[in-house]
């Protein structure tokens, strides 16, 4: 059974960086689609980015130029780089794989397996 662990969130000042890590451990992550979702408190859970294992990206428009995707087979994780952060970006963090095709990259019930989640705040 493969579990997604995520790690790096915290508090940051507007305009500042924050970098999160997923770890798959019981698994390959090169055979799941790799994303980020994230949930703001009242606010229903909202794509952030996605990559694929051949290294397509895609990202939400409010973070597009801000935020890189990226992954390490070898090291089974997938990373989210976040610049330029917002306090609007204040959310808890959530890992996401998906296993196969999908629709929609960017609707949740697109994945089969979640992590915990981690806190971001971003303050003004």
């Known amino acids: 059974q493969v579990q997604l662990v995520e790690s790096g969130g915290g508090l940051v000042q507007a305009g500042g960086s924050l970098s999160l890590s997923c770890a798959a451990s019981?698994?390959?992550?090169?055979?799941?689609?790799g994303a980020w979702f994230r949930q703001a408190p009242g606010k229903e859970r909202e794509f952030v980015a996605v990559?694929?294992?051949?290294?397509?990206?895609r990202y939400a428009d409010s973070v597009k130029g801000r935020v890189t995707i990226s992954r390490d087979n070898a090291k089974n994780t997938v990373y989210l780089q976040m610049n330029s952060l917002k306090p609007e970006d204040t959310a808890v963090y959530y890992c996401?794989?998906?296993?196969?095709?999908?629709?929609?990259?960017?609707?949740?019930?697109?994945?089969?397996?979640w992590g915990q989640g981690t806190q971001v705040i971003v303050s003004s």
């Open positions: 996401a794989a998906g296993y196969g095709s999908t629709y929609d990259y960017a609707a949740a019930s697109g994945y089969d397996l």
């Open positions: 990559n694929w294992s051949g290294g397509t990206s």
């Open positions: 019981g698994g390959s992550f090169s055979n799941y689609r």
